[in-house]
C-alpha cells in the first residue's frame, strides 16, 4: 500500500455516505420533493475535488496550483453540434450488436437531459460504456479474472429526442474488484459521456444502481462530498420504464448545470 | 427550483470503450491547405506519461466563428485519446481572433479539456499558437504569472507543426482554469 488512505475505503467521504447509503431507492430526491432545489445544495459541492480522499490514482494527477478563475468565453457558450449524422439505428441497444444475446439481466435505462434550470436538451450525443454482466470490461488492460461474452462490447450511444429523453437498452452491469486498497470494489455502474448545448456543459460522469451496498465503500462515488448531490447519480427504478416479461427500467436524469464553481477542496 | 447539476465522475481506465468511436482528432484532413499539426504528451506530477487519458479541443474556425455560424463540416471540436506514452496529436486548423465579454482582443486559441483515470473532473485549459506580438496582448496571459505562461504556448517544432506538453502536477505543471 503506498498511499495513506488504502485500507481506509472512501476515506473522508465515506463517513458522509453512511448517512444516506441505507436509504431507500431515490430517497434523497424523495424527500425534496418531485423537484429537488438547487438551493439545498452548495453548488461548490457538486462536483468531486481533484484530490479527493481514498481515490490513490487521482494523487499524482491533481493540479495543485490553484485554478485561475475565466468565466466562460464566448467559446465555451458555443459547443460543437454532434448529434444526427453520427449515431447507427441500434447504436442505444446494446443486446443486439451481436449475433447472439449477450448473458445477464435486461435493463432499460431512461432519462432526460436538461440544463440547469430543467429545460431540455434536444439532439445532443450520449456515450455510453460499461463492464458486462460478470463485471468484465471488452478492454485489454482489464485483467479481472471473469468471462468476457462475445455477444456483449459494453458500447451505446444515442441523440436526445425533442424532449431531452434518451434511452439505452442493455445488460445490468456486474460489481468488480479495482486495485484501489485492499478488497476493494466498485459498485455497479454505467459511464456516461454527455454533451449539452455549450462546451461548458461537458460532463462525464458515472451512473449507480439504486441501494448498491458497495457505496459506503467506493472511493469514487464518495468523491462526492454532498450526499444529495451523490444521490443525483442513482438511477430510480421505475416500474413506468419496466417492460412486462422483458426488462427492469431505470430512470437517469442528466443535468448540465453550465459552469462549475470550483470545488471547496481545490480553493488552496 | 432548478434541478441539481449531476456530478462529474472519472472516465475510468476502459475509457477507450465508450469514447474511441466517435474519436476524431482531424478537424481538417492531414496534408490540406492550411492543416496544422498540434502534438504532445499528458504527464503525470511525478512525470510519468499518462496513456489513460483523453484531451477534447474546441476552437474557432479561422475567421473567429464557431458553431452554428460556421460552415459544415467544421464542428471546431476534436477528440484524441492518449497512447501508451502519453501522445496526442490534433490536425486543425490556426484559430481565428476572439473576444472576451469585455470586448478585449484575445491571442488565438483553442480551449482544451483534459479527461484521464483518476481525475475525477476534466481539467481545463487553453493551447495558444506562437505568436510574440499578439501573445503579449492577451488579457487573459497577463492575470498568469512570466514563469508559468508558457505552459499554454504551443511550441513550432518546424512550420505548421506544434508541440505542447500537459503536466497535471509537479514543476512544470500546466495552468488550468476554473468557472
Known sequence: MDHDEAGRPGGAGARGATDRADLAPGAARHLLGDK??????????????????????????????????????????AGPLLGEGRVGPLDHDLTRQHPGEPIGERIVVEGRLSDGDGRPIAGQLIELWQANAAGRYAHHVDDHRAPLDPNFSGTGRCVTGPDGRYRFVTIRPGEYPWGNHHNAWRPAHLHFSVFGRAFVDRLVTQMYFPGDPLFAYDPIFNSVNDPIARQAMVAAFDLRLTEPAFALGYRFDIVVGGPRPTPLEDER | MSPIPTPSQTVGPFLAIGLVPLANADLVAPGSDGALWIEGRLLDG????????????????????????????????????????????????????????????????????????????????????????????????????????????????APARLVIDVHLQGEHETVFFGY
Do not use: K, N
Open chain 1, 36 to 77: 429537488t432545489a438547487l438551493g439545498e445544495v452548495d453548488p461548490r459541492t457538486i462536483d468531486p475535488p481533484y484530490d479527493a480522499p481514498g481515490y490513490r490514482s487521482s494523487t499524482r494527477r491533481s493540479p495543485r496550483h490553484p485554478l485561475l478563475v475565466l468565466p466562460p468565453s464566448v467559446a465555451e457558450r
Open chain 2, 46 to 157: 511525478a512525470g510519468a506519461p499518462v496513456p489513460d487519458g483523453m484531451l477534447e479541443i474546441f476552437q474557432a474556425d479561422p475567421l473567429g466563428r464557431f458553431p452554428p455560424h460556421t460552415e459544415a463540416p467544421w464542428s471546431g471540436f476534436g477528440r484524441c485519446l492518449t497512447d501508451a506514452e502519453g501522445r496526442f496529436c490534433f490536425t486543425t486548423l490556426a484559430p481565428g481572433p476572439v473576444r472576451l465579454d469585455s470586448g478585449e482582443l484575445q491571442a488565438p486559441h483553442i480551449e482544451v479539456l483534459v479527461f484521464a483515470r483518476g481525475m475525477l473532473r476534466p481539467a481545463r485549459t487553453r493551447w495558444y499558437l506562437p505568436g510574440e506580438a499578439e501573445l503579449a496582448l492577451d488579457p487573459v496571459l497577463a492575470r498568469i504569472d512570466e514563469g508559468r505562461r508558457a505552459s499554454l504556448v504551443a511550441f513550432a517544432r
